[in-house]
């Protein structure tokens, strides 16, 4: 069964750095489009960056400038480096991806940024 696991997730005070994990298992990772989404208490789940099989990316303007997205295929994994953090981005961050041939959700890290 196709997997992809979250890790990285933390506490870190406003302005702080975390770089979250996705690593994908039982599938060729190289071949899809990798996404994170997040979603904070009583708000609907949001796409924050995606990052397709040829790298290109696209990130939520919320998170522009701050976060990057990035692939690592030899490891199948996918990254999401969170820098200048706050507290706006206190939520849980889920990994997809999203092709139909794989279709696969991370079980989600959390990540809270306060002082």
């Known amino acids: 069964q196709v997997e992809v696991v979250e890790s990285g997730g933390g506490s870190v005070q406003p302005g702080g750095s975390l770089r979250l994990s996705c690593e994908g298992s039982?599938?060729?990772?190289?071949?899809?489009?990798v996404r994170w989404y997040r979603q904070s208490a009583g708000k609907e789940r949001e796409l924050v960056a995606s990052?397709?099989?040829?790298?290109?990316?696209i990130y939520a303007d919320s998170v522009k400038g701050r976060f990057t997205i990035s692939r690592d295929n030899t490891k199948n994994t996918a990254y999401l480096q969170m820098n200048s953090l706050k507290p706006e981005d206190t939520a849980i961050y889920y990994c997809?991806?999203?092709?139909?041939?794989?279709?696969?959700w991370g079980q989600g890290t959390q990540v809270t940024v306060s002082s």
């Open positions: 990052i397709t099989s040829t790298a290109s990316t």
């Open positions: 997809h991806v999203p092709d139909e041939r794989v279709n696969a």
């Open positions: 039982r599938f060729t990772f190289k071949w899809f489009e």
